[in-house]
């Protein structure tokens, strides 16, 4: 234990000594990372979600689609929870609106699908021409459907997330009573 006394202030240079001393001291340690891993997710964050959100728009051109599209877009929500903790995380995304929006994507891709069905095709490019290769915007519904597979992944993905952090396991031990 290494202490320096100066004008009846208490310096701690032991990182434990200043854990212990803030964990008993009845405030909250302050929530998330360093401000360096928080600085950077600021800068980056949004940087993964625009890329997500070009990974789905383009995937009918381009390696890529809904599901990748998806997982990227649910990882960078996932990376704010990570750096600032669920609450940050939660307050951007909350669980009610990631379930709204999982079960949005699924409805539209099974709107599509039975739009197809009614006009006596099933996934096929019912209103618009078949695709022309470099052109962004003759892929027929495949767009639709990789904007629908993305919302369900990506919320999907970011709820189990969230389940895992709000609800943790238990393991069993009993807690040392000290």
């Not at 004008?7 to 990372?33: A, F, Q, T, V």
């Not at 997500?52 to 995937?59: K, S």
């Amino acid at each position: 234990m290494s202490r320096k006394m100066n004008n009846n202030k208490e310096y701690y240079r032991d990182p434990e000594e200043i854990r212990e001393k803030s964990l008993h001291s009845g405030k909250n340690p302050e929530k998330g990372m360093t401000v360096i891993v928080k600085t950077i997710t600021r800068l980056t964050v949004g940087v993964i979600l625009l890329y997500g959100i070009y990974i789905v728009l383009h995937g009918h051109i381009s390696p890529g689609g809904g599901f990748a599209g998806g997982v990227i877009i649910a990882l960078s929500f996932i990376h704010l929870m990570l750096a600032f903790g669920k609450e940050t995380a939660l307050k951007k995304l909350s669980q009610g609106w990631a379930s709204i929006l999982e079960s949005l994507g699924a409805l539209m891709f099974l709107t599509v699908a039975l739009l197809g069905l009614l006009g006596g095709y099933f996934f096929f490019n019912f209103f618009l021409q078949k695709g022309k290769p470099f052109d962004l915007f003759s892929a027929g519904i495949i767009p639709l459907c990789n904007i629908a597979i993305s919302l369900k992944v990506g919320a999907g993905l970011f709820a189990i997330f969230a389940a895992l952090v709000l609800f943790p396991r238990d393991s069993g031990v009993p807690p040392d009573n000290k």
